[in-house]
């Protein structure tokens, strides 16, 4: 028999027994425990999110999954019982209160399938999950997690399902009606203001970025739907308009009281945790800024060896006394300074020493280390390889680089020798900056160009830049005044080279922030959520899959609207685009491309790999030293594994992708209105096992090994102003001007005051403390939160064997790092590639500025 004619024949098989079973599950290693007439019912909460526990206003009951009530068509229904005799308990890391009760099951109720709590008090509180006991020593799991709100305010019970996967045509039909009730009530109307104890998940633009009350200033466009400003889109809230009767209004923040959906919100213990996180950078801020208004530092820093012995331990730390201490009380509210008093006490005030400057202060200035960071820093995914020499631009415009600019570099090899071998590359920040230049420029303290940097491999793996061209908008539409820096060691020209290398690092750093890291992963996931909630059961095989890797994600990403990426916000404040900061990011998403997420596509895109059949994923990288990219693709081989045989557990045919109304569903409302705006060209449809495998890949990668590589190193790299400037206030000064002058008589003051002012330059390592720090309840790839998860033998199996392939990963990622010979992996800044670790062992373990894990979402 064919493959294919097997795998229909199974799905006919399949689909007859589900017919003929009462919608059991067929996989004879999921056990039905039989229930007794006195049923013992487990239900656990968690301590954190109440004072007392629920009382005996509190009710359960169970659905049976087997037996259906005539009068209703739903599952039969059993008793109703109360909350009684909670216990302090605790379960893993986790204070819980336990309560064991009792109900009657009649002998024809069946096995239960779901469970209805109701909330009768006046405060709401997190269940953990529920156990239900049969008189065979088996048990029947229900996976709750989930805030549960007073029934006077929802007016509706909270439904679970137990932890039994099914397709939506394999449910059992005393479950059908529910499911699809279920999802009905995620999806809401669209209408009104979203209350806190709503589960309600809708679409909206990003319409809350502005705050035109405040004046002209503040003025924002509203990001999505739109040809001109085209964007993924976020969770509705419904807040009241402004005054342009187009921009939501944003409550105070002091009570961080935003809708999100309850169960996309931290949980209390995590948000405990951001917040004195978030207090202890800024506090790392405030004191340095505080004490320089007593030492006459005017805003700026004078020399490399101010920048760390005022920012970082180890180089004396503050004492608060006197002067300070006044200043300090003065403008702090009095229980933020008692606050700042206890956290002070014993530890340092100041930041810790960034890992780039932790071995060697200096080597970030190198050229080995400026090249090896576009490959192994924060932002790995510009670098490419260069198709044309000299560079062209939009419209056909070439770059003046030329190649007498190069000879010296690249020695007697010609430049189409290297064009040919594939050596030569570009870090290219031109084209899309360009037509904002003249605009950014205008705004107070911004000077910045748009770049093309140029670099060649060399034999041994490493990259060495080979020049640097910067350009500005001319007065003619279309003109543009360039200027080629070239590497150098000694005098006026090495020290105009490092000018130049730190507006590159200026143009990488705002592309970094706002493209890589917030579009590519925080705002391109979120619609992911909303359309997986909305679309999937919870029953569903592919949310259950997903479900971890979207943990916090709309949380985080409503903060970053609210204090980061809003008109006057700190990414505004740090950042050289400044007001323009969304609506560049809005531009360049309209080159997103859903099928050039994957690391593959990517590389492949870039130049980097090319095809085969030889190697993981079927390509092999162009820079064959380049271990860093291969530990990646192990991560991503490994995530596609997993998937792949997880659904095929699930899927024994392409016919059945095709058949899943949940699946299609949820796939249509994703390419036509979470990402309405992105090109459909760019979505495969998922019209079999192969493309459901790639795509569902391609979200686990952003979500999970992408935004770790893009966020947690931001520390160690950018934490040290001078290695990763965020925005310049003077260009490079021409020959024969009083600022060459002034440049002539002490360089590296120039160099400093050419970069932004101390206060926020300080400001934005504040930000990427936080930013760069694991929580402690952090779930990390290849584990989940509970063990419970599935009773499906054959998916813990999967799920075992893929945390098992990420420890050998782990172990070659530990070998390659004490390869002295893989330049790439250290540099002469000695900081070991370890974003790529995915730490499956760390559990409940350490946490902070780690440098290494990839945790399962974008929660930070």
């Known amino acids: 028999m064919a493959q294919e004619n097997k795998r229909d024949y199974?799905?006919?098989?399949?689909?007859?027994?589900?017919?003929?079973c009462l919608g059991f599950?067929?996989?004879?290693?999921?056990?039905?425990?039989e229930l007794s007439a006195t049923t013992k019912v487990t239900i656990v909460v968690a301590r954190s999110s109440i004072k007392s526990g629920p009382s005996k206003s509190s009710t359960i009951q169970l659905y049976s999954k087997t037996q259906i009530d005539p009068t209703t068509g739903k599952g039969k229904l059993s008793e109703e019982t109360s909350f009684k005799n909670g216990k302090s308990t605790k379960h893993g890391e986790s204070n819980t209160i336990t309560y064991h009760v009792l109900l009657h099951i009649e002998p024809e109720f069946g096995v239960p399938g779901a469970i209805v709590v109701k909330n009768g008090d006046q405060n709401e509180f997190f269940l953990k999950f529920v156990t239900v006991e049969g008189e065979d020593g088996g048990s029947i799991y229900f996976n709750c997690n989930s805030w549960v709100y007073p029934v006077k305010k929802?007016?509706?019970?909270?439904?679970?399902?137990?932890?039994?996967?099914?397709?939506?045509?394999e449910t059992p039909e005393a479950l059908r009606s529910l499911r699809q009730e279920e999802l009905a009530s995620l999806r809401g109307n669209g209408r009104g203001e979203r209350k806190a104890w709503d589960r309600i998940y809708d679409y909206d633009r990003y319409n809350d970025l502005g705050a035109p009350d405040k004046g002209e200033d503040h003025v924002r466009p509203v990001l999505g739907g739109s040809r001109a400003y085209p964007y993924p889109r976020r969770g509705r809230t419904g807040r009241p308009l402004s005054i342009d009767r187009m921009t939501e209004t944003r409550h105070k923040l002091i009570n961080l009281d935003f809708y999100v959906p309850p169960d996309?919100?931290?949980?209390?213990?995590?948000?405990?945790?951001?917040?004195?996180?978030?207090?202890?950078?800024?506090l790392h801020f405030v004191i340095p800024e505080v004490k320089s208004l007593f030492q006459g530092d005017h805003g700026n820093f004078e020399s490399f060896e101010q920048v760390t012995k005022d920012l970082y331990a180890g180089k004396r730390s503050y004492i608060l006394e006197g002067k300070v201490m006044d200043k300090l009380k003065s403008f702090l509210p009095e229980e933020l300074f008692k606050e700042v008093l206890r956290m002070t006490k014993g530890n340092p005030v100041k930041f810790p020493v960034p890992q780039v400057i932790a071995a060697d202060e200096y080597a970030w200035k190198t050229d080995e280390e400026f090249a090896r960071e576009m490959l192994a820093g924060l932002n790995p995914v510009m670098i490419k390889r260069l198709e044309t020499f000299p560079p062209i631009g939009k419209g056909g415009k070439r770059s003046s680089i030329t190649i007498l600019d190069i000879r010296k570099s690249i020695g007697r090899v010609t430049v189409q020798q290297l064009m040919n071998q594939r050596r030569i590359f570009i870090l290219d920040h031109h084209d899309y900056l360009m037509p904002y230049l003249k605009r950014i420029n205008e705004q107070k303290d911004v000077c910045v160009y748009a770049s093309r940097t140029l670099l060649l491999l060399k034999l041994d793996g490493s990259l060495k830049p080979l020049a640097i061209e910067l350009s500005l908008p001319g007065e003619e539409e279309g003109e543009e005044i360039n200027r080629v820096f070239l590497p150098a060691t000694e005098g006026t020209d090495a020290a105009l080279w490092q000018l130049a290398k730190a507006h590159v690092a200026v143009n990488d750093s705002g592309y970094h922030q706002l493209i890589t890291h917030w579009l590519h992963t925080h705002a391109a996931v979120e619609p992911f959520v909303i359309a997986t909630r909305r679309q999937l059961s919870a029953m569903h095989p592919i949310h259950k899959l997903l479900h971890p890797h979207f943990k916090d994600t709309m949380h985080i990403n409503s903060l970053a609207r609210s204090i980061l990426l809003n008109s006057g916000g700190i990414l505004e404040m740090t950042m050289f685009p400044g007001k323009f900061s969304m609506e560049?990011?809005?531009?360049?998403?309209?080159?997103?491309?859903?099928?050039?997420q994957g690391l593959p596509a990517d590389l492949l895109k870039r130049g980097l790999a090319v095809k085969t059949e030889q190697e993981p994923s079927s390509i092999r990288l162009r820079i064959t030293r380049l271990s860093l990219r291969r530990r990646c693709l192990d991560i991503w081989s490994a995530i596609t594994t997993y998937i792949s045989s997880y659904c095929s557990l699930f899927y024994p045919s392409d016919a059945s992708v095709v058949s899943d109304v949940e699946l299609q569903s949820w796939w249509t409302e994703i390419r036509q209105v979470g990402h309405g705006d992105s090109p459909a060209s760019s979505w495969p449809n998922l019209d079999s096992l192969q493309n459901l495998t790639t795509s569902l890949t391609t979200i686990v990668w952003i979500a999970s090994a992408l935004h770790a590589s893009v966020n947690f190193g931001q520390y160690a790299y950018a934490g040290f102003l001078p290695n990763r400037p965020t925005k310049c206030r003077r260009f490079i000064p021409?020959?024969?001007?009083?600022?060459?002058?002034?440049?002539?008589?002490?360089p590296d003051r120039f160099f400093l005051r050419m970069l932004t002012d101390r206060f926020t330059a300080t400001l934005g390592i504040a930000l990427i403390e936080v930013l760069s720090r694991h929580t402690g309840d952090e779930v990390y790839l290849g584990?989940?939160?509970?063990?419970?998860?599935?009773?499906?033998?054959?998916?813990?199996?999967?799920?075992?064997?893929?945390?098992?392939?990420?420890?050998?990963v782990e172990k070659k990622i530990e070998e390659r790092n004490s390869?002295?010979?893989?330049?790439?992996?250290?540099?002469?800044?000695?900081?070991?590639?370890?974003?790529?670790?995915?730490?499956?062992?760390?559990?409940?373990g350490e946490k902070g500025l780690t440098g290494r894990g990839i945790p399962n979402s974008v929660s930070i």
């Not at 199974?10 to 003929?20: D, I, M």
């Not at 996309?264 to 800024?282: C, D, G, V, Y």
Request: proline share 5%; aromatic share 12%.
């Open 783 to 808: 584990r989940r939160d509970d063990g419970e998860w599935t009773n499906d033998e054959e998916v813990k199996r999967v799920f075992l064997e893929f945390g098992e392939e990420l420890r050998r």
């Open 584 to 596: 560049l990011s809005s531009k360049i998403y309209e080159n997103w491309r859903f099928d050039e």
């Open 25 to 33: 599950h067929l996989n004879p290693l999921v056990r039905h425990p």
């Open 819 to 844: 390869n002295m010979l893989l330049k790439n992996r250290r540099g002469l800044v000695n900081v070991p590639y370890m974003l790529m670790y995915p730490d499956t062992a760390n559990v409940g």
């Open 10 to 20: 199974c799905s006919k098989l399949h689909a007859f027994l589900q017919s003929t």
């Open 734 to 746: 021409a020959e024969g001007t009083p600022e060459f002058a002034e440049f002539l008589k002490d």
């Open 154 to 169: 929802t007016s509706v019970d909270r439904l679970f399902f137990s932890n039994t996967s099914y397709l939506p045509s």
């Open 264 to 282: 996309e919100r931290f949980s209390p213990s995590k948000l405990s945790e951001f917040i004195t996180n978030s207090l202890q950078a800024i």
